[in-house]
């Protein structure tokens, strides 16, 4: 898109805010609303309500029209991500109406999916690009009020009588006060303290949030407190059954700045803005902020520019894709400490991915087999105990299953149980077929490491898996006062039970009670262990990383492993970050990484790992998750993916065959 293009626009969904878009598209420099896209083109008015613009017939048409460059989504809620990605897969740029999800990890996997298909994605907080916007920044950094102690915003009206029916009561629909304008305070707080810090927005270190949640089941009025690492602090609100002030705040201790109704700037359709300092003496000053563009106009150009430029994302003082995750992650804080959870983000209420289609299994993870398992297995595992819901969480599991991928790590005691339980819900939700997962468990972790407590939390497990079986299961940790055979008597019971139907092992057990557990099942005609979960990576863990961990990264366990062939299935495979730009010879700010992996002898390896992934045109952990691969002994990783962007970056790596001298090399 050259200078004198006109970026050529098209509208999913025909509601008042589409109606105010269009006006923006209208009275701005660079851009023409081609068409809009509704469910029901006999509607009446709307053509009246979009002048000049095709009225599509389905959202999927718009998106397969060569005449749109770029799409607004201006759905409910509930589908802003799912059309967002669906128009970046074909090719569209997007704005999307705020919020662009209904998560940070919804919102971080469009941004991601924009990434890949090289195209513009953008939330629509319409006054981050309107001038007045950067004066109230400028006037923050100048000093005029001193040093920026308290921040105070709201956004908040009366709807009145509550309307079951309509979007904002409806939880259905994600409605509500903190979806849809808390986010303006929040990010307006972030913009302020960032100015205070000499950055383009700031997050805060802690977030304080409470409300009330109405009959409806949504948010009908809530605030929170924001507190920044400068010292800054915020007080944040909003409502839809509360008329507030709704005005902007900022305390320094020389005095405050006032702006009523900040998102609104100069108004609709252009005018003047108020800005109103009130200095520590009493005196006051009033800056106006003249400005005859329609308000709307400011974001259509601004996506313009960006495609222009080159970019993929608003410059600043406009939210890029790190301000957008930021502000969307406080959000959720504060939805999480009033417990508001839309019925969409239920597993009932979430049966499909996140483009709102039907969860599939992939082909593209490699498989392999592996002995005691009947199942191929895929080449990886995924961990996901780090997710806080389901919502969360099925992002990942639905990408890894679409991918290929069909071994799940579970235990017992992950996030109090929570893991075990996104997973049953996910799998059910899903329909995937029981018969085609290999779901690993694991039970009698410290301080319960007694073979009384296999069986109890193995009931418990299943109840919260929802299946009546797994395929690999870890005795958690290991006891040594403990008689090796009571654990394998145990877990032999299991097996006979039918509720284990694979294999059976010990998870950071050493070689010498492994080999006593395997000579105690062939003395007493009792099912031996036949795998091992240990850590094992090129970066060998010098100090564990908790109690009672153990590795199976040097040269004596490997040998072992090869002569007896038994699979581990390695934690911390790709090392926890060691081979990643968090480490460096320079950096000891992270504990755990500085006490377990930093050693000469592994800042040889991740130097060589460094250099191979350059000759390779791949990353150095992209060459550590292929080491562990390219072992003469089965290892099946268990990675741990944050993001679906992650995932995927891992999964990357599974087309690398390392050598055998390669992997002598980087072994050192």
């Known amino acids: ?15 008042a805010i589409a109606k105010t878009f269009a006006g923006g598209i209208a009275h701005s420099r660079t851009g023409k609303l081609v068409a809009i896209a509704t469910r029901d083109p006999a509607k009446a008015g709307l053509a009246e309500s979009f002048p000049g613009a095709r009225i599509v017939a389905g959202y999927e048409a718009l998106l397969g029209d060569p005449e749109i460059d770029a799409v607004y989504v201006a759905t409910p809620h509930t589908g802003h991500a799912a059309w967002a990605i669906k128009a970046i897969r074909a090719g569209k740029h997007v704005l999307v109406e705020k ?106 270190e802690a977030v304080f949030g409470v409300g009330h949640i109405g009959a409806t089941g949504v948010d009908e009025w809530a605030s929170a407190v924001l507190k920044f690492s400068n010292g800054v602090v915020a007080e944040v609100s909003c409502s839809i059954r509360a ?10 201790a020389e005095g405050r700045i006032d702006v009523a109704d900040f998102w609104f700037a100069s108004g609709h359709e252009g005018g003047t803005g108020r800005l109103e300092i009130v200095r520590k003496d009493g005196s006051r000053q009033v800056v106006d902020v003249q400005e005859q563009g329609w308000l709307y106009s400011f974001e259509v150009d601004a996506v313009a520019d960006a495609i222009r430029g080159g970019r993929q994302e608003f410059a600043s003082p406009g939210m890029n894709w790190a301000d957008s995750i930021g502000n969307l992650r406080v959000m959720d804080q504060w939805r999480a400490a009033i417990g508001l959870e839309y019925e969409c983000e239920k597993p009932a209420g979430r ?31 995924l961990g996901f105990e780090f997710f806080p819901n389901f919502a969360a969480a099925s992002l990942t599991l639905d990408a890894f299953y679409e991918a290929g991928g069909n071994v799940f790590d579970t235990a017992w005691i992950y996030n109090g149980g929570t893991t075990e339980v996104i997973f049953g819900d996910w799998h059910r939700s899903r329909a995937v077929p029981r018969e085609g997962i290999v779901l690993i468990g694991k039970g009698a972790h410290s301080p319960l490491v007694y073979p009384d407590q296999i069986g109890r939390q193995l009931s418990q497990s299943l109840e919260r898996l929802k299946t009546d079986y797994v395929d690999v299961y870890f ?17 032999d019971s299991e097996v006979r039970a039918g509720r284990i139907r694979g294999i059976f092992g010990g998870s950071n057990w050493t070689r010498e009670r492994l080999a006593e557990a395997i000579a105690y099942a062939e003395a007493a005609g009792r099912t031996p262990p036949a795998a091992l979960s240990n850590n094992f990576s090129l970066a060998e863990m010098r100090d564990p990383i908790w109690p009672g961990c153990v590795a199976a990264s040097d040269d004596q366990w490997k040998r072992w492993l090869s002569e007896r062939q038994i699979p581990n299935f390695a934690w911390s495979s790709q090392g926890r970050g060691f081979f990643t730009e968090r480490a460096g010879r320079d950096r000891t700010d ?42 003469p002994f089965p290892v099946l990783p268990l990675i741990g993916p944050r993001t679906v962007a992650e995932l995927e970056d891992s999964l990357s790596a599974l087309d690398i065959t390392l050598t055998r001298a390669e992997v002598e090399w980087l072994e050192a």
């Open 99 to 204: 919020p662009i999800a209904l998560s940070a990890y919804e919102a971080e996997t469009v941004y991601y999916e924009a990434r890949k298909a090289g195209v513009f994605a953008g939330e629509a907080y319409m006054y981050r690009l309107h001038p007045q916007t950067a004066k109230i920044v400028d006037l923050a950094r100048s000093g005029m009020i001193g040093e920026i102690r308290l921040i105070k915003s709201s956004f908040g009206f009366d709807m009145g009588e509550v309307k079951p029916q309509h979007r904002l009561f409806s939880n259905a629909l994600a409605g509500g006060g903190i979806l849809d304008v808390g986010g303006y305070p929040v990010s307006m707080a972030r913009l302020v303290a960032g100015a205070a810090a000499g950055t383009s927005f700031a997050e805060p």
């Open 243 to 252: 008329g507030q002030d709704n005005v902007l705040r900022i305390l320094g």
């Open 1 to 15: 898109m050259n200078e004198t293009q006109t970026l050529r626009w098209g509208i999913i969904g025909p509601g």
């Open 475 to 491: 005795m958690h940790r290991d006891n040594p006062d403990v008689p090796v055979g009571e654990f394998v008597d145990a877990m």
């Open 351 to 381: 049966p499909v991915n996140i483009r709102g289609e039907t969860v599939r299994a992939g082909s593209g993870i490699p498989r392999r087999s592996l002995p005691g398992i009947a199942k191929p297995v895929s080449a990886v595992a």
């Open 590 to 631: 992270d504990e755990e990484l500085v006490r377990c992996w930093y050693s000469e002898r592994n800042f040889t390896r991740r130097d060589r790992a460094i250099e191979l992934a350059a000759r390779l045109g791949r990353k150095p952990i992209h060459v550590a998750l292929a080491y562990g691969l390219a072992q």
